[in-house]
């Protein structure tokens, strides 16, 4: 969970080894200088379709109702959704697109805040996967693997590099409230094989961010202190009798939960943001467990000194009923994501924080299910290629990367593999994905497996 | 498919007899001090840095080097020179590569990223090649040999301490050991009573007494059950994406209870579990036992790939099989030759060969709730009873049918012969066909775009204007037939018919190809969606086949015509059901004539209605295979099962007024008649029916659970490429591993000689790695530190003699002088030793030489895994419900899981953790922060962590709140008011001893303190005594509860609560 493993090391006076960066880890510090010092990774599950955001294919228009030609698609496997339909109708996308900045980005109209700071990001149009479904395909771009039971990025990275702080954890997890779609699940941000207490901390959205972090009814910080004043001299009594180090890492935990009792409370309290900022965000960012005051957490979170916040946006999957659906989606998340870019660039940390954007599959080129052009239709799961966008920390801004077929449904160039992604994202953490490694049953295991290139055309 | 899976495995005797070197080596342990062990020194070094591309792995073994036999290192490498060249150093072309400095040449390369050989690795591996480099075969798969030495655990460890300076620590004071004792058996602290009267006992054998009762408690089966489910990855919910609750399963988990409690031998809990069902006259518990093997992760998500999923159930039996019963990691070789242990990836797949033997599906229904096949009916004596009763009410009804039928036939036999007047409601009849519900001839659609039903002006067929109306012609006349698109449903108001239920369907079917898979007409919700539940025409590679179906494929009834269905032809087809719910009461007719047809399956036990999609559909069902480009003419639906005459007269209508008229074929009219018109019979009938329903009803209330049953024909398995489900290379034959012993001659190659193979007293692995996890449970910390992996890996053991040593008694029965498999003597065995019984401090020194214990110079000390938590804190309250089994329960922290659900009230709330309800994308979050594993896959071994989070559940949870509260409560009202007595007291609850002088002055300031705050704050005091589902009601102050019971709450987070020492 992000920080048990700290007890010992705080007492014996870890603040050095904080400033040393990522000393406290397994690792013991960088294998090169970082260029990101932490991530905000807002997950879009369900699998947003990058032809009616970023990837702007004016063939489909042409071709709107054609059959995929049989060439294109080249005994691609398909879903169980579409895999037996018996004709597989192209589907121009219905929303105008046009470029934006001075790097002259393609965006669509769903995404006029997105727009203003492209200049800022980077596209990668050829992201692809291995998986066509939602379970394995989240795993996959959370863990490496397609099947639960690794660990996730967040897990890794609190196991390679510790917890620079010493009242929050350092990998933390905030889900948008109240979404439907595709069900998440905890193993996303679990610790796999390593030792739980690298798994994330679920902020929820409610009055107890963290499981029971709250005193209970009648009960004040003063007290509690009371209480736990007590607790320590049992502890330190026990201690005189049964030198075990056990017992101090105790007394230390219950000091740090104290400290949480405060800190979790004062991230998660806006109040003394201003009205600016809040504005920035949206109209929804004063109301806790929406995308955007995740997008506002996450800011307040990065600037305490956690590490990896992992932020999910659910309702991408939208099989029919796109139109309503990706407008929904795209309303609920593009003010807030633009904001958080600026607002961090405005504060300087975006030179140093790493910002994602993106699900973990794409969207057929055709319409599953029956399709009337200028009718409201459906896409299904396209693993073989879609779009994510990243800025700030180490990425090379106002970019464009990889370049798909006319279709939108093939790589042309540059593809960027889910192991690349998690090798790229490593490398800029300052860690060599190689070598972050963790034996467990006879053989060591790490984010990318055996595979994974860094992509060194977005790197700044 | 070939069924040759039953071959003899002669070379792999061989192999094994290689392997089987004299056990004194296999540790390479202590024989001479200065000589270096292969097992022991060298191997660690050779597996960590040189096996992943110089060892057993074939596929990418670098150089043509093998280092891990001694044959193939010492071998002419294409370079010409060797490896190793026993006792020569300087000629070992592997001793130059580990010290070079040149990039290109030094081992490890530098591309693999793992580092150099350290200097004293390198000093080793010369010493080594000096002495003659001797291999030895891995440690745990010899077998061990009866142990010589009488002294036992004890003396192992004395001894080898007393090379070290040290020695055993004397026994842990009589508190302290019946608290480590109690919880390690049972899970639960000992009450004051049992402390005081343990305390007080000072006979010799009073600790032995203790151990036979805590045994004998129903408590220890329950204890002993939470970690076999991490094993067995026990979970109340179906797992992976949509992870649907699964509140089916808990029969098996109170079977291992009882399994424990009665102390079913090892290996009979073993080989129920892996192959119960086998055995000969297999019990219901047999069978139940299997269940293990259908507890792994299923799933359920839309547009799932079901062979991806079957064949990854198939893959979690196989490691779950390895993990939990060889010790071995079967991980790596699902896609490769194993790099580090001698196991190919032939030797995984015939493995799997074993298990994937069942009638299953890949996916569980979305839209109902069948419980996947194969499957066991959980049957109470009244139930089964009643069922045997209406059986035989249904029997008896299809007796009495059958003689009116035949009355009926024979009535018309002797109007035939002359010797009656034709039956008057035959004649009546004039030839018609009775029961129909509803007749489209397609012949155009109407204005609203529908198809008349010809039978009236009720009940349109309806379909999207893409299926067309088209002209063609069939027996030379032009007729007008639909044509399907494969993609849009032409649906019909009719057709929701239980099983017990007649009915027949006819159409005329022009098939457009030979497909490999379309759906012609179905009444269900949706394919592997809803399980297939309904009915079904399909064409399966070609051929006609029709079914019901309550699940497919373990639960159905399905018949197969023998030949193929032309293409590009007009066909008429009728199928029909006579009620029965058997294969033998469906009949596929072709062209009016009944079709030789093989039966596909006939296990129907359910009904067939439910899951959607109430009526028929023709063409079209939700992500199947349509039946594309084909034609569909005069479909008719009857309430009846018709008789091949009418069918005759469907296909060349006229056939029933010929036969009538021309007086000929007596069989068939026969049976027009008794099927159609006659009196008696069709009251027969109906009563046949009635019981049938009956009976239907009943079969379906009793509950199921998924068990192993194997199919009468083995499917064929095969090795698949890089693991993934679609890339079929050889097929493979049931097999176990080349490396261990070899297959039985005599057994048959199934899961049964596979259970028998496992538990034969010589092999090596199943008993190592049982005691290896049960000295794990007791001491922290296993006597080889990875319990999942004995493999070539794992880090080689401190004590390789008391692993062997009890691995032996275990396994060896009590005339051979071991104890056959006995749990609880086992557990005795241990606990009575003297390193058991050590206290668990020792000097400093050796707590930092030895911070994980491994040398035992000092008893077992560990945080207490969840349950032992909260069920420690539930009993030392009196608030602990010790209920056995049944359905899982939620409790308070339920609605904050992340996957919420409504908690309990009342009972629920107090049971012992096990039952808690257990949801793996969601689990119970206060068992999870303490470390309960999901229990996505199987787990051999729990972290024990120690968190700030810890103390937020402890401290704020109203679970532990209430907890407090409650004892704090009682302990004031037993002892008048006076709270420095209650605290005592709940001191002594909680930790199983007396507070000393300095630890009741804390209690006493802390309880000072806390009265002063909430007496002046009554309102807190209120609010604090008010938590929880059992509410206070003694008559006591609110700020004198609220301050006992804030310090009770405290002492649950003391490391004398916590914490076994």
Redesign the interface.
Known sequence: ?G??GL?LADMLGRSAAAEQGGADGVLGGFHHPPKAKRVIYLFQSGGPSQLDLYDHKPLLKQRDGEQLPDSVRGGQ?L?????????IPLAASPYAFSQYGDSGAWLSELLPHTAKVADRLCFIRTMYTES????PG?TFMQSGSQ???RPSIGAWLDYGLGNEHDDLPSFVVLITKNKGG??????LW?AGFL???HQA??F?SGS?P???????????A???R???D??R???E??FAG??????T??IA??E???R?QASVPEVTDFSNEPQSVLDMYGPNAKDPGTFAANCLLARRLAERGVRFIQLYHQDWDHHGGLKGGITREAKETDQPAAALVQDLAQRGMLDDTLVVWGGEFGRTNYCQ??YKPGQDFGR??HPRCFTIWMAGGGIKPGTTYGETCEYGYNIVKDGVHVHDFHATMLHLLGI?H??LTY?F????YRLTDVHGKIVKGILA | MGCSKRIESVSLVAAWLLLAWPAAVAYGADASPARLSFNRDIRPILSDNCFACHGPDNANRQAGLRLDTFDLATAELDSGTRAIVPEKIDESELVARIISDDPDAVMPPPHA??GRLSAEQVETLKRWITEGAKYEPHWAFVVPVKPETAGGIDAIVSEKLAKRGLKLQPEADRRTLIRRASFDITGLPPTPAEVEAFVADTSADAYDRLLDRLLASPRYGERMAADWMDLARYSDSY?????RPRPDMWPWRDWVIKAFNTNLPWDQFTLWQIAGDLLPNASDEQVLATAFNRLH?Q?S??????EEYRV?YVNDRVTTFGTAFLGL?F??CRCHDH???PLAQKDFYSLFAFFDDIDEAGLYSHFTQSVPTPKLRMLDQTTAAALAKVDEAAGEAAAEYEREESVARGTVAYWIAGKLPMPVALEAAGGTIPGELVRYSFDGRGADGTFANELGSKEPATS?G?TMVVDDSRGGRPCQAIKL????PVKTPVGNFRRSQPFTVSAWIKPAAQYDRAVVFHRSGAW?DAGSRGYELLVDGGHLRWSLVHFWPGDAVSVRCTEPVPVGEWTHVAVASDGSGKAAGLTIFVNGHPAATTIVRDSLTREITGGGGDTITIGERT????F?NGLVDDFRVFARALSPLEVRDLAAPGAIAAALAEKRDAEAIGDYFAAAFADEPAAKRAALEAARRSRDDLAERPPEIMVMRDLPQPKMAYILERGEYDKRGAPVEPDTPAALPPFPADQPKNRLGLARWLIDPEHPLLARVTVNRLWQSLFGLGLVQ?P??L????TRPEYPEILDLLAWQFSHSPADGGIGWDMKRLIKTIMLSDTYRQRS?AD?KT?ADD?LNVWLARGP?H?LPAEMIRDGALAACGLLVEKMGGPPVKTY?MP?S?KPEKADTGEGLYRRSLYTFWR????A??LE?F?MP?R??CVARR?T?????????L????QF?EAARVLAERLLVEHDGQAELALDRAFELLTNRQPDD??QQ??R??HT??LD??RSRP?????????GDKKATAALPAPDL?ATA??V???M????SV?K?
């Open positions: 969970m920080f048990g007890a496997r879903t169980g959704m579409s895999g037996n339909q018996s004709s066509i479904n939602h379970g989240v099947i639960p039971g595709q069900p998440l699940m905890s193993h679990g030792p739980t207490k901390v679920r929820r107890d963290v499981l029971y972090v709250n005193n209970p009814p009648g009960v004040s003063a007290n509690r009371q209480l736990l007590g607790l001299e049992l502890h009594h026990q049964t030198p075990d180090a056990e017992i890492a105790r935990n219950y740090m939960a104290f949480m299910g029956l299904d799961h060599d190689e070598r034996k049953q006879g053989r060591r | 990223k793992i797992g992976f994406q949509v992870d992760q799933e998500e839309g547009g799932s790939v079901e990854n990691t991980e790596c790099k580090f242990d999207p893409d698109t494969g993609d849009h592997t992500r199947d295979h349509g594309k990875s999942e992996d493999g070539s890996q794992s401090i400093a707590m911070p000390r945080r922290d904050d992340f793996r994308t969601g689990p979050p206060v922060s470390d999901k996505v896959v972290d962590t120690n968190t700030p989070l810890h103390a937020f559940v401290m704020n949870g109203p709140v300095e630890e804390i209690l300031r802390m303190a806390q705050w909430y309102d807190d005091a209120a609010k604090l005594v008010a938590i609220a804030s310090v709450n405290a002492l987070n003391y490391d004398g914490v020492r």
